[in-house]
Structures are given as structure tokens and as C-alpha cells.
């Protein structure tokens, strides 16, 4: 069953149900009202009768009792008989004159004349039922007589229950608009919840389905405005991982293919040349071979790496290392591919910095990957006289921490890396506009000076300016126990 007929059902019964509930209720409670109200009604009029009587006797006015009687029996539709009865069981006032004087003999009577308060009874007159209410007339402590009221039970049930008929009429002619606009009411409001839902289905629908682009209108700033909101964000976050992906998949397939293609076309080329061309350039050749075999070995160990250091399995070989000549044989192995480009690289290495334990291989790799990427995005010659990467050192000492690091800073002329990418350039697969590589190389290295506890940052060499950049990083001096 679709939600908004489950929520459509569910709210109409509710709004059924509290309607029917509510209108039962204040037909019941309408109820008591009234059944309490006839009988204060029966208690005054009993009352009334009795300080009457009471006043006749005292002023000893027959007229004015009789009078009363007559009154009473007028205004009050439910009452079939009022009278009073002296103490010797004579009736002296009544609404029916004939029974004035007589005796009162019926059982009903002679039970009423012992009243000492406020005494009812019910009892059958041929088709009607009377309710009998009886109260003595007290003349200072004395009981002077009995008043009695007869009240027909059947027109007061009659009266009570055209006045509740009316009551329902009126209950239903307000509840059923109340329950068609309540409906109404829910089915806008079952709607309008729906309707973000089901977008937001459409949107994972279509998402599923490889459409990364899809957006879904986003109204509202309830929860459900804000699951669309985040919903929008997180299909272009995919998106942009898909663009990540389709860029570094074709990166890979390029950094796979070139030196794959190189590979093969010198070996074709020794085939079909035989011994002479072999002769000729065999071994610029071979060189050329084994410079892609390394190329392609480089590749291969990266994306190993990247997977081993995502997945916590790569582990550190710490030996007490002399940074010194870890760094002189990073400067060595680029000096022939930084001369090709007219760079020079200059080390600036301090003499206080003492050994540290470090995994000397890991932190070759990072050094080699940032002069490789300072020879790669230093043009050629440039600044005139050709372009200059440094590698510098230094001892710091952070006196808060009582902790000594040793700062290591590869500082280049090149083209430099806008300010906007400074902080993502470390993440992986971040490449700064259309550069070829898989934008593994910075993700790597940062991932290794994190396991050795130091730091890895990239800034301007010169602040406010976009040419070169100076990536640091720092390497905590402990000892190897
Ligand atoms: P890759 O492994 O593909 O070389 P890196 O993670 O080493 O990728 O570098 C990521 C990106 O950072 C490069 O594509 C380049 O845009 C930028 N970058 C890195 N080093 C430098 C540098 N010295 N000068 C300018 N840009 C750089």
C-alpha cells in the first residue's frame, strides 16, 4: 500500500474517530447536565412548596397556599399534583380542589406523611410513572404537615429526550462539516508530505540508475526540506567522485598505456633492425625501456600504497637514519632531470640536526615525489637563469611540548598552486587543473609523514604571490627504543 493512502486512511479514521468521540462525549455530558438539572428543579419546586406552607400555616392563610398550588401547576408542565397533607394525614391544599379535606390512605401517601427530609418515590398511575417527592413543613422544630409534588417521569423522559434529539441535530449539522473539512484538511496536508518523499524516491531512482546530475526541488526548511537539501549535496558529491573516477581511471589508463607503448615499440623496432640497429641504439634504447619499466613500476607502487595506507596495512621499517644523506640522495637521483629543464636544486642543510628514527625509505619516497613535482611544474629556464628548487632543514624545538622536530621544506620557482586549492591539494586524486598524473603522489605523502607523527603543509614561498611553492613538513626527533 502507497504511503499517502496509508496516511490518507489513517488520518481520515483518526479525525473520524475524534469527531465521533468528541460529539458523544457532549451528548453525555449534556445528558447529566440536564437529568441534574430536573432533579434541582424538583428539589426547589419542593422547596418553594414547603416555605409556602410553612408561611400559610404560620400566618394561618389557607388562600395563600392554595393559591400557590394553583400557580405552581401552571408554570411547571411536568407537574401532575402538588398538595399539602396536615398531620393528621387531611389533605388541606391540592391542585385537584375535589380531593381538598380528604384523607390520604394510599400507600404511597402514608409512606410520604413519615418523611423527616426530602423523600422520593416512584410508583405507576396507570400509563404514567410518577416520581413522588415528599418534604415535612417544619414549623420551628416541629413538623407542621407534609408537602408532596408528583412529577410525570413520563413528560419529563419526553422533554429530556427531545431536547437531547435536538442536541444531536445540532451536534451532527456541526460535526459533519467539521469531519468533510478535517478530511480535506488532512488529504492537503497528506500531500504535501508525500510529495517531498516521493521526489526524493524519484531522486534515488534516478541516481541508481547513473543520472548524477539529478537535483530535486527543495521547498521548506522543515526536516524533510532539509533531507532534500542534503540529498542535492550529496548527488553532486557523487557526481563529483564519478568525474574523479572517469578522470583518474583515464589518467591510469595514459600513465599504463604510454610507457607500455614505448616498451613495445623499441623492442619491435631491436626485432626488426637485427644486430646492426642493435649495434647502433641498443643501449640508448635499453634505457629508454627501462626508464618506462620504472615509470610504470612508480605507477604501480603508488596504487599499491594508496590501498595499502587506506586500508591501515602498511607498516613503517624505523631505523635511527641520518636525514642528511637521505635528502643528498634524493638531490642526486633528480640533478640529471632537473639539469634537462635548466633547474638547479641547492640543499641548505643545518648542522645541529641529529639523527632521527625514521623509516628512511617511506621518507625518500615523500622527498622524491615533492622534487619530482617541483621539477614537473617548474618550466623550463625559467626565471631567467633557469628555475631553482631548495631543500632546506632545520631543528625546532616546541618548548610547550617539550618536543624537538626536525623541518624539512622543498621550496620551488614554478608555477606555484592557487590559494583556493592549498588545503585539498593532500586528499586523494586532487590534481590543480589539467595536470597529467593520478593525484595520488601528495596523498601518499602526507599519509607517511602522519604514520611518523609530524605534519605536511604547502604555502606561497613569497606570501600574497601565486608564483612557486614551498611544501614543509616535519618529522618528530625520538629516540629508536
Ligand atoms: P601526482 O601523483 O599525480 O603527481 P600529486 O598528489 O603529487 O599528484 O600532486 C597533485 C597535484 O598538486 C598536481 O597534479 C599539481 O597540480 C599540484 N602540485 C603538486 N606539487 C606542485 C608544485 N610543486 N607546483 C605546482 N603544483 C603542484
Known sequence: MKLKTKFSIFSGLLIILVAFSISALLIFVEEKYLTNETKQKQLSSINNLARVAKDSIIREDDLMILNYINTIRKTEGSISYAMVVNNESKIIAHTDPLLLRTAVEDPIGIKAQTCKDVFMQTYKKGNEEIIDVASPVM?????????????????????????????????????????ILGLLGALIFVHTMTKPIKALAQGSKLIAEGKLDTK?????????????????????????????????????????????????????????????EFERNGIENLNIIRNNAVRLSRLIDNLLDAAKLESGRIELDLKLTNIHSVINDVAKLFALYAEDKKITIKSKLSELIPGIVIDGDKIRQVLANLVSNSIKFTPSGVPPGGGTITIADELITDTEKNQRFVQISVTDTGIGIPAENLDEIFSKFTKVSNTKGTGLGLFISSNIIELHGGKIWVESPVPGSTKGSKFTFTLPVKSNK
Open 139 to 179: 414549623v420551628g422544630n416541629k413538623k407542621s404537615g407534609v408537602v408532596r409534588v408528583g412529577f410525570s417521569k413520563t413528560i419529563i423522559d419526553n422533554t429530556l429526550k427531545n431536547t437531547l434529539d435536538t442536541i444531536r441535530k445540532h451536534i451532527i449539522v456541526v460535526t459533519i462539516p467539521v469531519v
Open 216 to 276: 530535486i526541488k527543495t521547498k521548506g526548511k522543515d526536516e524533510l526540506g532539509l533531507l532534500a537539501e542534503q540529498f542535492n549535496i550529496m548527488a553532486v558529491k557523487l557526481n563529483e567522485l564519478d568525474e574523479l573516477k572517469r578522470d583518474f581511471v583515464s589518467c591510469v589508463t595514459h600513465d599504463l598505456r604510454s610507457p607500455l607503448s614505448a616498451i613495445e615499440s623499441y623492442v619491435n623496432d631491436m626485432l626488426e633492425g637485427g644486430l646492426k
